[in-house]
């Protein structure tokens, strides 16, 4: 009953008319008069904003605030893999040979997620992570690791939840909801960065000017909160073992290492 109720919540408020009212409403001047409210309700770090709460114009200025430069340190050691977001760590594991990845007990095809097989060959084995952002998280999307954009692409129309209920009971939401893919080669080893849509507002919003990335350069920002989905090749990477499940985590943090593959083929 409770799964029934859920999706027909989801079904009835995701419609494109009710999607359109609210980004509208968001991106309006009107909507500033929710910003206070809505810094408080979800407890919005004010100390590290770029810009004072009273200088937004709208709701979707505050969701995709910019911070102070000094508010996040980029971890730097070599073939570290840093978070791209300011996230809690939903779920890790390993792409299965059925090319599925297993979520809160459901199985997604990562071959629909990325509707490219030729890309999917490369991370059959490797590692999965689950990173998601709530209303109240920084929303701007920074680069994992420092290589060169190889591939991006987009995918899906429709957004629903992908908070904890919306994994576990909405309709494969990380391989049907829209989203942006990147795909980075560095380190002589490719990372795929799935952005998921969030519910209601399906803006995805690439920033970066060149083809190269630096490790901790924006690249991207939602218009709400969503997820990222992090895909790496088989024998690629090491998870550190401070990452677990429910693990809250900022951009720039080490989510692992990129293993040498010289090394490794000696």
Do not use: C
């Amino acid at each position: 009953m409770q799964k029934w109720l859920y999706r027909f919540f989801i079904e009835l408020t995701n419609h494109r008319f009710s999607s359109a009212i609210l980004k509208k409403f968001s991106q309006s001047r009107v909507s500033a008069i929710l910003i206070p409210s809505y810094a408080k309700i979800y407890n919005i770090n004010q100390a590290e904003m770029e810009k004072n709460l009273t200088e937004f114009s709208t709701l979707h200025d505050l969701f995709v605030r910019r911070l102070r430069k000094e508010s996040r340190e980029i971890d730097q050691t070599e073939n570290t893999v840093i978070s791209p977001v300011d996230a809690v760590i939903e779920e890790t594991g390993i792409i299965t040979a059925s090319k599925e990845m297993i979520v809160k007990g459901k199985h997604y095809q990562v071959a629909e997620m990325l509707g490219d097989e030729e890309s999917l060959s490369k991370y059959i084995g490797g590692t999965f992570l689950i990173l998601y952002l709530s209303p109240s998280h920084y929303h701007r999307i920074h680069s994992p690791i420092t290589g060169v954009v190889t591939k991006q692409w987009e995918l899906g129309r429709k957004s629903y939840p992908v908070n904890r209920l919306g994994l576990k009971y909405g309709r494969d939401p990380l391989s049907k909801n829209f989203r942006k893919i990147t795909e980075i080669k560095g380190n002589d080893t490719y990372v795929a960065m799935v952005k998921v849509g969030a519910m209601f507002v399906n803006s995805i919003e690439t920033t970066y000017t060149s083809d190269t990335v630096e490790k901790g350069e924006e690249i991207a920002y939602f218009s709400f909160g969503s997820t990222v989905i992090l895909l790496f090749e088989k024998d690629s990477f090491m998870l550190s073992p401070k990452i677990n499940a429910s693990t809250d985590i900022k951009v720039g943090e080490v989510l692992g290492i990129i293993n040498d593959k010289e090394k490794k083929s000696r």
